[in-house]
């Protein structure tokens, strides 16, 4: 969040966020529902203009792009 937060601060339009898809872990990735419900709630608070993820489903995707509200 602190990251997003400075690049927001910094003037930055877009950022990709490496989650992984968790192809190697037991359980499946934990990350993608993590960074998912913060983008979310950046959105709401006014910090993201839109994100997306980078093959357009999660469950494919090892990366969140977040486009940051500038104005």
């Not at 877009?14 to 499946?28: A, K, N």
Request: net charge positive; aromatic share 12%.
């Amino acid at each position: 969040e602190a990251y997003l937060r400075n690049c927001w601060r910094d003037g930055l339009f877009t950022v990709q966020i490496i989650v992984g898809r968790g192809v190697h872990s037991p359980y499946g990735a934990v990350l993608p529902d993590v960074v998912e419900e913060l983008m979310i709630r950046l959105k709401r608070e006014g910090v993201l203009l839109w994100f997306e993820w980078d093959r357009r489903t999660k469950s494919q995707s090892g990366a969140i792009i977040a486009y940051l509200k500038q104005f």
